[in-house]
């Protein structure tokens, strides 16, 4: 975004090949992907947004998704796939949420098992709905440890009902909340930063990425190639704003 309008490009690696065709799709027709994420077992989801300019306002959305989503997560998937605002995130344990930005933050638990989204993150939302908040970003990690206590008044430590945390990390118009299950270094990056929060990544091996409006912040174990692309952006991004 360079202030007046929104570009992307795409590169990726080592993702499942039936989400790379689709990428390609999406890609190659000038649309825009609003929405995707990858989680354990070679799932994936992907949302893409069809605009004929830049003030169009009558795009059109496509969602696609891997045929190992489980069936629960599956149905309520096909239940609001045409809802324009429609977000999905993968957790660990078969985890899944989706969330409907275009209907004031409403949201829809679409785990396949009893291990359900992390309460406190529930309740967050619930909170955005009944205030006419809007949420910026949510993201659920495909892994659970448990961590020690919380240090931070948006730290969230508590365990669910069945001993396990589903980790989670949300940004929205009153700050932001998280539950990293103990991963330390990417807990004081977050809880220490004063810069807008636009993504995060954690890898199953615990490396990550929290990427900001101007800059990013990564750990030492992400790879060289994929830092250098990211650099590459934010020179870009600086470029077309001093046009």
Not at 86 to 93: D, I, K, P, V
Not at 161 to 178: K, L, M, P, R
Request: proline share 2%; net charge positive; aromatic share 8%.
């Amino acid at each position: 975004d360079d202030g007046s309008r929104q570009w992307q490009s795409v590169i990726h690696q080592n993702i499942p090949t039936s989400l790379a065709k689709h990428i390609k799709g999406v890609d190659s027709r000038g649309w825009r992907i609003c929405d995707l994420d990858i989680a354990p077992k070679g799932r994936w989801y992907l949302r893409g947004e069809s605009l004929k300019s830049e003030d169009d306002t009558s795009s059109r959305h496509y969602s696609w998704w891997s045929k190992n989503v489980p069936n629960e997560t599956q149905k309520q998937l096909v239940r609001r796939v045409k809802t324009k605002g429609l977000r999905l995130c993968f957790g660990s344990h078969d985890r899944c949420l989706l969330l409907m930005t275009d209907k004031g933050n409403s949201y829809c638990d679409a785990s396949s098992n009893r291990r359900r989204v992390h309460q406190t993150l529930i309740r967050r939302i619930l909170e955005r709905h009944k205030d006419k908040g809007e949420v910026f970003l949510v993201r659920l990690f495909s892994f659970d440890r448990h961590s020690k206590s919380g240090d931070s008044a948006n730290e969230d430590s508590g365990r669910q009902q069945n001993g396990t945390q589903g980790a989670y990390f949300i940004h929205d118009n009153e700050g932001s909340q998280w539950n990293f299950s103990g991963y330390s270094n990417i807990k004081d990056h977050v809880k220490n930063c004063k810069d807008t929060i636009c993504d995060v990544a954690i890898a199953g091996d615990g490396n990550w990425i929290v990427v900001h409006p101007t800059r990013f912040v990564v750990s030492k174990g992400i790879p060289e190639k994929l830092q250098s692309r990211l650099r590459k952006f934010y020179s870009e991004q600086r470029h077309r704003r001093e046009l």
